[in-house]
């Protein structure tokens, strides 16, 4: 049975993923069980994945702000909230990450370590290696929301429930040295020690 607080996010790319090892978004915040999720708004599938999102957004706000839900939803600053323009997702040099641009991003995070699966919906531990920034996955995300100055403000978060690996894609972030472009054949190498 689905509930109205919950989305699937279908193929998203997989983007920060700590799910083995909960860490803080600031220096000082509490550790979580967190990854973004990246969603291409000019793509159906993307389109579905952004709608979905913000169906569950407009419940959780509607639930709790009533009439005033738009006007208070409408108001949040980008970090209070989960949905983001992944254009405003910059590192300490100001550069977009690696892959947001033009995309809109899906923040979640959980005090609990979400369920994290296979392709076959079977278990998978860190050491298996599956989960990767840059590799597709489904992610099931609830979503609720939060008031009180003591909290924040108003906010409107999901909570990373599940994770589900569906396919490789390229990694994000620095690509792999190859051998052959800072390593000599072992023949070379040793032609030239003859030479010595």
Known sequence: MSRPDVAVLKMVRLSFPHLWTPTA??????????????MDPETAQGKA??????????????????????????ALEKNRKCLRNGDDSTNEEGEVYDGYEGMMVLVAANDR????????????????????AGCYVDIVASFYTVDGKERGGNGIFA??????????????????LDADD?????????????VI
């Open 49 to 74: 994945n952004i709608e979905a999102v913000k169906k569950a957004m407009n419940h959780v706000a509607k639930e709790k702000w009533k009439d005033k839900a738009e006007r208070i939803t409408k």
């Open 113 to 132: 370590r979400p369920q994290v699966l296979d392709r076959d919906k079977t278990p998978v531990a860190e050491e298996d290696d599956v989960m990767y």
């Open 159 to 176: 909570s990373l429930e599940i994770v589900r690996f569906r396919k490789d894609g390229e990694a994000f972030g620095a690509a792999p």
């Open 25 to 38: 978004a600031t220096e000082d915040g509490k550790k979580k069980f967190r990854a973004s999720a990246l």
């Open 182 to 194: 800072y390593l000599d054949d072992e023949d070379e190498d040793e032609a030239e020690d003859d």
